[in-house]
């Protein structure tokens, strides 16, 4: 059921003012009992969890992957003597070095051999496993969470972009916000949509809270620059609700599609995902020391690089965490080695 708000915004008030593009970012929130904070990160298109986390003390490597993934001979920093960061999460090392930041390796989600991006998204964010029939994922986890939880409510529930984010479909309702949403209006024509509106109790507020919602996104959007001006609008918008009443935030990171050039494609991702993190490190303040960061992925990529310098799509990748509240400065779990692979010429 939507919200009158999200009706507003998303139905009369798009149409009739010509309101933002679409995002490809989307990002839920819900607010639950307790002080602890969670954000789950969405690496939408597959990220290789090997080239983040390169297991560049494995002798296999070299043997699979000639020119990415290779560790620090090749610019990558050492975290542990057999992992290294990739060399463009170079600002995230202060993290590793406070226990603020880690990873599991060579983990998926129960999706295989299908590699349907969008399959293997929906399976992530509805939170159920393989035995549930896709017609029945029709929920998300965060939606689920809503109703089953003492004390949750759905009032700070949102989702960004023309498309409702799955981890949030549901009978809990939800509303929008774009933080690069492009209100082109002179003072004239607010003051005239609020004469429009002025008689009539189901918009009357509502109108108003939309423009004010539309001009927080727009002013977020153009306190930023460069190429991760987006994330972090974004991250900086979950933050105040984080420091607020809401305890849940997620979000979307796109571009891990890496089947060309991956040493290229993954730039602009791997930008995204630190300024994402390092945003909402400054924004939550003291909240920080409270606060989950998890990053995951619909599925992996092949172990071996494909002859255009990529990797194809695949099964195990990386479980990525962040946060005051978590005991980082290591990898959990243990490395299942590449020898197999190596040797029967497995992808």
């Given amino acids: 059921m939507w919200s009158r708000r999200l009706f507003l915004k998303s139905g009369a008030l798009a149409a009739s003012l ?3 593009a679409p ?3 989307r990002i839920a929130f819900a607010t639950v009992p307790g002080e602890n904070r969670l954000v789950v990160i969405i690496l939408r298109g597959a990220m290789d969890g090997m080239d983040l986390f390169q297991p560049y003390g494995d002798p296999n490597l070299r043997k699979l992957r000639q020119s990415i993934s290779l560790g620090p001979e090749e610019g990558a920093h050492d975290l542990d003597g057999f992992f290294a960061l990739h060399p463009e999460l170079a600002p995230l090392l202060p993290l590793w ?15 295989r051999d299908k590699r349907s991006h969008f399959d293997g998204q929906d399976l992530l964010e509805a939170g159920t496993g393989m035995n549930v029939p896709r017609a029945e994922q029709r929920d998300g986890w965060l939606n689920r969470l809503l109703h089953s939880l003492p004390g949750a409510v759905s009032e700070t529930a949102y989702s960004v972009g023309t498309g409702q984010m799955r981890i949030l479909a549901g009978s809990a309702p939800a509303m929008s916000w774009a933080p690069s949403i492009k209100l082109q209006l002179t003072p004239q024509a607010q003051r005239l949509l609020q004469h429009v509106y002025h008689e009539d109790p189901l918009f009357r507020a509502e109108s108003q809270e939309a423009m004010e919602i539309a001009s927080e996104g727009l002013n977020l959007a153009r306190e930023e620059k460069g190429p991760t001006r ?5 991250a900086r918008f979950a933050a105040d609700r984080l420091n607020g009443e809401t305890r849940i935030a997620a979000f979307s990171l796109t571009g891990w ?9 993954l730039l602009r991702a791997l930008q995204n995902l630190s300024a ?3 945003t909402l490190r400054e924004e939550l303040g003291r909240n920080w020391a409270q606060t989950t960061i998890l990053a995951m992925t619909e599925f992996g990529r092949t172990v071996r690089e494909n002859g255009a310098g990529g990797t194809d799509h695949g099964t195990g990748s990386a479980l990525f965490f962040a946060g005051g ?3 980082g400065g290591r990898a959990l779990g243990g490395w299942p080695g590449l020898a197999r692979i190596s040797h029967t010429g497995d992808g």
Avoid: M
């Fill in 230 to 234: 987006e994330t972090r609008a974004i």
């Fill in 23 to 25: 995002l490809s970012s």
């Fill in 276 to 278: 994402a993190i390092l």
């Fill in 257 to 265: 599609d890496s089947h060309v050039r991956q040493s290229r494609t």
């Fill in 18 to 20: 010509a309101a933002a």
């Fill in 97 to 111: 070095k406070a226990g603020q930041l880690g990873f599991v390796p060579a983990v998926s989600t129960p999706y």
């Fill in 325 to 327: 509240a978590v005991r």
